[in-house]
């Protein structure tokens, strides 16, 4: 099956820092791939570097057959990245957001419309988009920006914390457009710390600590090898 991403032997050091050790995974096209660990386990680390935000220290990054070093370019048009501390311009309604982040990813007013039009069947918000932003809540802002960040198609959605802060109604919606995007064969690279949502909207996790990856697998995988009832409780003896 087509590789969305590649990650080989991942280095990141922040000065002394080693926040990355040399991590490896692979997200498949049509996938939803999580990385999974507490604070300070390198997971926005890592989502920064593939997002071409930080240059790695060492090793290889491919995304969509496109090498992270020799084509930084063609890696940018082909994903999309929701940061972890992201915020809309609170005073545009979040139609005149979603206009403005159409116009940074293309000229053509044809394609804009329908990256307008998608935004909107993903977001739900209806006739709040004509309000401005600073009206919204916590989870109406989140959908406004995961609208955003999957409206273009990106062949690999990368989306740090993207439920995190949310209530359940508000998270499981969002899962719920995770998915939906996905099926539509794009990949999807998340980081969140809640390891308990994480196990229903991931097709496989990484399980990552102190910038190691010690496992990956599907849920029912790494829940069956150690015995556990929950990826919380994987995490536990993995961490020991
Ligand atoms: N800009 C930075 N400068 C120095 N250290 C950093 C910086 N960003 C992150 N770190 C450190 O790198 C490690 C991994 O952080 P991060 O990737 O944000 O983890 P996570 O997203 O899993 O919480 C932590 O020890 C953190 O303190
Ligand atoms: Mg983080």
Do not use: C
């Amino acid at each position: 099956m087509e590789q969305a991403l590649v990650v080989e032997k991942l280095d990141k050091f922040y000065g002394k820092i080693h926040a990355v050790k040399g991590i490896s995974f692979e997200v498949k096209k049509g996938e939803i791939f999580a990385l999974i660990g507490p604070n300070g386990a390198g997971k926005s680390t890592t989502l920064r570097i593939i997002s071409t935000i930080l240059s790695p220290s060492a090793g290889r990054v491919e995304v969509a057959g496109f090498d992270l070093r020799g084509d930084p370019d063609r890696v940018r048009e082909s994903i999309s990245y929701l940061p972890e501390e992201s915020g809309a311009y609170r005073s545009l309604t979040g139609m005149q957001y979603l206009w403005f982040m159409a116009g940074l990813f293309s000229g053509d007013q044809a394609v804009r419309e329908q990256y307008i039009s998608r935004a909107k069947a993903i977001n739900g918000l209806g006739d709040r988009l004509n309000h401005k932003v600073r009206t919204y809540s916590k989870g109406m802002t989140r959908k406004l920006l995961i609208s955003r960040a999957l409206m273009t198609s990106p062949r690999l959605a990368v989306l740090d914390e993207p439920t995190s802060g949310l209530d359940i109604l508000s998270a499981l919606d969002v899962r719920k457009t995770i998915r939906e995007f996905a099926s539509s064969g794009s990949a999807v690279l998340l980081s969140s710390h809640n390891m308990l949502e994480i196990e229903y909207l991931s097709d496989r996790v990484g399980i990552i600590h102190q910038g190691t990856i010690f496992e990956t697998g599907t849920p029912a995988e790494l829940k069956k090898k150690y015995a556990a009832a929950n990826l919380e409780e994987v995490f536990a003896e993995v961490a020991k």
